[in-house]
């Protein structure tokens, strides 16, 4: 959603790596530069104002001026106007001190809420909670239904006395669901309310007499995060006649420019709390407003990522994993595993993309195909156990087997089998504290000594040794007697924490030097 702004952010502040000192003049451009940036983005003019006039303040200041780097200051002052433009702090949700903690979903129609409120009741069955979906949702048609279905499909039961399609009271039923909720022991309720085309006085006085029922703990405002500056109408019209603790927002996957989402909070003065961004039921988490303006200035949200990764991998599975590559027998099984625990993080592209700096290459990520995880994982399940065990037996007639029996071709399983030995090599050697192999400056990589520099043999060490060492007499008793003093001599001397003697005639040292005539006055 937010490639349009992240490139012409990224862009802008590229123009200014490499300076020394900013002037007036730069931080003006820049200003002006990210300003076009946010109008283009769609973000409210108000909040462009004030965020390029906070930049602007901060950017003349001292923390530039007197900074190192002024161009990466910048860069962090722009992070932190994103930060607090996207509301600070993560706001997270209030629970009832006693009885089931009531969350009431309230916006437009088409905005996600059924969906939404399945996701909700996942995300907290996932902390512990044991929630409630109820369909307040009569008006619109098969609204019941599918927030059945979206309850079963996360195992979350559904309190629906009305079948809804225009049928029953929607109050009565908000008002039946804590008892419901009280006599069934559950902790959290969830009340999914009807929408409307456009906001209107009907719609705010069913939802107003929704929220007098069950006096809810939270009231959350969902928003389409594509409609743009409608989005804040809406908002603030629900605000005036509904009121709400937080807004979520939803697909946050889509290709609209994200205006809604950075404007949102700084209109209404309600933190955005949660995100909706896939079609998939785990597509959802905490809005966390530090990690978003990373990823809008390319930096990646590796926070996120790690989250994601402990919840899908096997910490066993994993440790299995870490013992055979250091013990060198990591198998094509093992790296099938490895593979299908990766699945469970979701789209690839996704995942890449919080990685930092992946703007760069977000082309590629767009057009990368999840589908190659299946080919690579039919590619391995057509082989024997001995060849998964062992890919060095992998002979010619083998990978003509292989490959007919996954449907590929020979050349995807020659490039299979390549892949897995270039990558249980490097693998094994990061996993033993070698290092990545190619990276220039680090242990490992080829050519290259221990601290990065160039690789010496000892016999070219010995050969450099003679050339520049001391010159030796070519009768054997001088050297042997030569070679006697000099050991004398550096033990009497002492030692010296640069590496240097301390007995050294600097008088003389320079004379040698053979400087220019007038060179004298410089030393003066």
């Known amino acids: 959603m937010f490639a349009t702004l992240s490139d012409r952010l990224n862009a802008t502040l590229k123009n200014l790596r490499g300076k020394g000192r900013l002037s007036e003049a730069d931080i003006d451009a820049t200003a002006r530069e990210i300003r076009i940036a946010l109008l283009e983005a769609d973000v409210a003019l108000p909040v462009v104002k004030d965020f390029v006039a906070a930049v602007k303040e ?22 932190d106007e994103l930060v607090t433009i996207l509301g600070g702090e993560t706001r997270r949700l209030r629970f009832a001190k006693t ?94 309310t009807a929408g409307r085309l456009g906001v209107d006085a009907e719609m705010m006085k069913q939802a107003a007499g929704i929220r007098d029922a069950v006096q809810p703990d939270e009231v959350l405002f969902v928003v389409d995060a594509m409609i743009g500056q409608d989005a804040l109408v809406t908002a603030q019209a629900f605000l005036d006649g509904v009121g709400y603790d937080g807004v979520v927002l939803t697909k946050l996957d ?18 955005v709390m949660f995100a909706s ?53 990591f198998t094509l099984d093992d790296f099938l595993s490895q593979m299908q625990q990766l699945k469970k993080l979701g789209s690839m592209s996704k995942i890449l993309q919080m990685l930092p700096g992946m703007g760069q290459v977000r082309e590629q990520l767009e057009n990368f195909d999840d589908r190659e ?25 083998r990978r ?52 990065g520099g160039k690789r010496v043999s000892a016999k070219q060490k010995a050969k450099k040794g003679k050339a520049k060492g001391a010159r030796r007499s070519g009768n054997p008793a001088k050297a042997a007697q030569d070679a006697a003093a000099e050991k004398e001599k550096a033990a009497q001397a002492q030692p010296n924490p640069f590496g240097i003697g301390e007995d050294i005639d600097y008088e003389a040292a320079a004379a040698n030097l053979e400087l220019p005539k007038d060179f004298s006055k410089f030393l003066k």
């Open 373 to 397: 995880i299946d080919r690579i994982e039919a590619i391995i399940r057509s082989m024997t156990p001995a060849e998964r065990a062992n890919p060095k037996v992998i002979d010619g007639s």
């Open 277 to 329: 961004s896939g079609e998939k039921m785990t597509d959802f988490d905490v809005f966390h407003p530090d990690r978003m303006a990373s990823r809008i200035l390319d930096m990646g949200d590796v926070l996120t990522l790690i989250e994601q990764a402990e919840k899908a991998f096997d910490q066993d599975e994993a440790l299995k994993a870490a013992e055979k590559l250091t013990g060198g027998d």
């Open 400 to 451: 003509a087997r292989i490959a007919k029996g996954s449907g590929r071709s020979v050349s995807d399983v020659n490039g299979l089998v390549d892949r897995f030995f270039e990558a249980r090599k490097m693998m094994m050697q990061m996993a033993r504290g070698g290092g990545m192999p190619g990276m220039p400056g680090m242990p490992g990589m080829p050519g290259m000594g221990p601290g």
């Open 254 to 271: 889509g290709d609209a420019r994200g205006g809604a989402a950075l404007s949102i909070r700084q209109v209404t003065g309600r933190p």
């Open 99 to 192: 009885g089931p903690t009531v969350i009431m979903l309230a916006g437009l129609q088409g905005a996600g809420k059924t969906t939404l409120a399945a996701k909700l009741a996942l995300w907290l069955r996932e902390q512990g909670k044991t929630p409630l979906l109820v369909a307040c949702d009569l008006q619109r048609p098969n609204a019941v239904q599918q927030l059945q279905v979206n309850g079963a499909k996360v195992g979350v039961p559904v309190f629906a006395p009305e079948p809804g399609n225009g049928v029953g009271d929607p109050v009565s039923v908000a008002r039946a669901s804590i008892e419901e909720a009280k006599r069934k022991l559950h902790d959290v309720v969830i009340v999914d």
């Open 58 to 79: 901060r950017a003349r200041g001292e923390e530039v001026s007197q900074a190192l780097n002024p161009a990466q200051q910048v860069v962090k002052i722009v992070n």
